[in-house]
């Protein structure tokens, strides 16, 4: 599990070890990890041409610190001062006495032939207490990069991406790789494609955080807390899940969603609508009847994926929470809780995962808004549900406020159907006893693995077309297997 401090808790966390510390020790603690991950970017130091976008404070000192260091290193540096006059005075002094190369900003020739001429570029811009888009002259310098192809490494995160959110308001650093100090922040998590792959220095806060803002679940998390049969479980112990999905004219949801249950290693899946023939064809090991009324005993139930908004998709809603047992909403079902109160009503306190995207968490809850995890966790207390906000970062808020974060640096779950499958996923680790908020963030991570696998490891790979969701299905099992496998060496 992996903690995700705010911007605030980063400053006061820095401010208590810095009384610590003499000083530029920690700086310089920071810089020498930054130095290390640009030089494992290279390759090799040797002749490589580094040019440095410095900003004014800590982050632009991380940089020039970090470029006396390549400099010493063989690498040919170049440092832009944006700010001359507000750049770090210890770092600076480091940099010349390591005979870097220096301009400024007000050299616009010369600083852009340093940014398109070189191997790399270190984005020092601003730090965490950076607030809106680049402004001039670092937004022409790093479109300059961009149009080169020159890759920028961001220390601790992309200048012009908001700390605590991730949001992009104008220009903005789109980051090969970033170099984060002391803790993850909330923008390495919600803006994952923007930072690229994320590096980690300890700088030694660890001892000193406060509880994280959020959490990170991992393939060892994941895969610690899926259900796996015991010598004594049988079908019905291992969990039975209900599914309420799709119909007759559209049966494709119910398909996904069942089947994904069935994968997910549930002990029994029974299925309810009046598309119970095509998964009973697909699925022969799922029991099918064509209402909940027939279903049998379940542990759980996941509804919604196409069952329609009308009077027979609200009939179908209510008689699953006449059942009393935790319940996954999606889809239909969400919309139908949108408009009818007496429904909200029902579940308020009730183990229930909402599992929304934007649309319909707008519907139930009002716009989503810059802040993901704030937006999450408010209709999460609102409501008194679980709450799973679907996204290229889906975000997981539980009633008491504690939330996990699934960051993804692709889109590849981004198809249609792929929301029914990660129901079915999700519905068969409520009725195998999970609580609402592990089994909506084990749930979401196995499916983003699944998205994964399926686009690169099987079918043939088509430039920004995602997988389709019945191949994303299939890899249920392999996602499984990946994260059990990982739960086992740890």
Request: aromatic share 4%.
């Amino acid at each position: 599990m992996r903690g995700v401090w705010t911007a605030e808790q980063i400053r006061e966390t820095e401010a208590v070890l810095l009384e610590r510390t003499p000083d530029d020790a920690l700086m310089r603690r920071a810089a020498s990890g930054l130095a290390l991950h640009v030089r494992r970017f290279l390759g090799s130091t040797a002749g490589r041409r580094v040019t440095l976008l410095v900003g004014a404070g800590n982050n632009g000192g991380d940089a020039l610190w970090a470029g006396a260091e390549l400099a010493r290193r063989g690498a040919r540096v170049t440092a832009v001062l944006l700010v001359p006059d507000r750049a770090h005075p210890s770092g600076l002094a480091a940099l010349r006495r390591s005979r870097a190369r220096i301009l400024t900003g007000d050299d616009p020739e010369k600083a852009r032939a340093a940014v398109t001429g070189a191997h790399v570029v270190v984005d020092g811009i601003v730090g965490i207490s950076g607030k809106g888009a680049l402004r001039e002259p670092a937004a022409t310098l790093v479109a300059a990069a961009d149009e080169s192809g020159v890759p920028i490494v961001a220390v601790d995160l992309p200048s012009g991406v908001d700390a605590d959110t991730g949001a992009v308001d104008g220009p903005a650093v789109r980051a090969a790789l970033t170099v984060t100090f002391g803790a993850l922040k909330p923008v390495h998590v919600l803006a994952a494609p923007r930072c690229g792959h994320v590096e980690l220095v300890d700088i030694g806060l660890g001892p000193l955080l406060p509880e994280p803002h959020a959490e990170v679940l991992d393939d060892v998390d994941a895969g610690e807390r899926w259900p796996i049969p015991g010598p004594a479980d049988d079908k019905y112990t291992q969990g039975v899940v209900g599914i309420a999905a799709g119909s007759s004219t559209y049966p494709g949801a119910a398909v996904l969603s069942a089947g994904a249950a069935a994968l997910a290693t549930s002990g029994m899946v029974r299925f309810a609508g009046s598309a119970a023939d095509w998964v009973r064809g697909r699925w022969p090991e799922i029991v099918a009847t064509d209402t909940v009324d027939d279903a049998g005993r379940t542990q759980a139930w996941t509804v919604g994926p196409g069952i329609g908004t009308d009077d027979e998709g609200r009939d179908v809603l209510a008689t699953v929470l006449d059942r009393d047992v935790p319940v996954c909403a999606d889809a239909d079902a969400i919309t139908l809780l949108a408009r009818h109160e007496d429904l909200r009503e029902r579940v308020a306190g009730k183990p229930v995962v909402l599992t929304p995207h934007a649309g319909e968490f707008a519907r139930i809850a009002g716009e989503v808004g810059t802040d993901r995890i704030a937006s999450a966790r408010r209709a999460s207390a609102a409501l008194g549900v679980t709450v799973l906000l679907k996204g290229n970062a889906t975000v997981i808020a539980a009633p008491e406020g504690r939330t996990l974060v699934h960051p993804s640096t692709d889109a590849w779950a981004a198809t249609a159907g792929s929301g029914d499958v990660l129901s079915g996923i999700l519905g068969a680790l409520l009725a195998a006893g999970l609580e609402p908020l592990w089994a909506a963030g084990c749930a979401a991570h196995v499916h983003g693995k699944a998205a994964s696998l399926a686009a690169h490891g099987g079918v043939p790979e088509v430039p920004g077309v995602p997988a389709p969701a019945s191949y994303l299905q299939l890899m249920i099992t392999e996602a499984i297997r990946l994260v059990r496998q990982a739960a086992l060496a740890a």
